[in-house]
């Protein structure tokens, strides 16, 4: 098969600009965390709407205090549950590649992660598999997902976790086919 027959129908997009490369890799939706999602929203609802209504049926001062600021923690409670629900939803993670850096991005709802790294130290690209141990009806179970990798003379770096193996494999196409980087700066596969 002809590599330029081939078109790729996953979830990663690319833009290539004039200055850079920018690969964009979607969040993996998990039907059981949603599932629970919604379900712990439904609760949390109701329980803001219990609050408000002994709120407003209660008319000592102190009381009313109290509630305040158990509604203040209930919405903080809320934060957190929404910027979770809000990842699933609209996650992502971006790779920029140019001339001088190698970034690494996940916009994440309140805060930015980037990590810049310079270009000419980066080696040794690859897919790899990454163990980490889950906690199955109280059992500590060891589990594998894959992962895009590169090392730099100060550490190992670890990005894109449980993505699809053929995304992954396309997303190091991309970057073996990007002007920015060179054969020496991939792995090599036995």
């Given at each position: 098969m002809n590599l330029k027959d081939y078109t790729y129908k996953g979830r990663v997009s690319i833009t290539n600009t004039k200055n850079s490369m920018r690969i964009r890799i979607p969040m993996n939706r998990n039907l059981v965390y949603i599932s629970i999602l919604i379900l712990t929203t439904f609760f949390w609802c109701l329980g803001l709407f219990m609050l408000i209504d002994l709120f407003l049926k209660l008319h000592n001062f102190y009381y009313k205090l109290f509630l305040f600021f158990g509604f203040l923690v209930w919405n903080g409670i809320g934060l957190a549950g929404v910027s979770f629900f809000m990842w699933i939803f609209f996650g992502r993670e971006r790779i920029v590649v140019n001339k001088d850096y190698f970034i690494t991005e996940k916009p994440l709802i309140f805060f930015f992660r980037r990590n810049i790294y310079n270009i000419n130290e980066v080696s040794k690209i690859r897919i790899d598999k990454e163990t980490f141990k889950i906690n199955r009806n109280g059992t500590w179970v060891e589990n594998q997902r894959t992962v895009l990798?590169?090392?730099t003379p100060k550490k190992h770096v670890v990005f894109a976790r449980n993505i699809a193996v053929s995304d992954a494999?396309?997303?190091?196409?991309l970057l073996a086919k990007c002007k920015y980087l060179k054969a020496e700066q991939f792995a090599?596969?036995?």
């Open positions: 990798k590169f090392d494999e396309y997303i190091l196409l090599i596969v036995m």
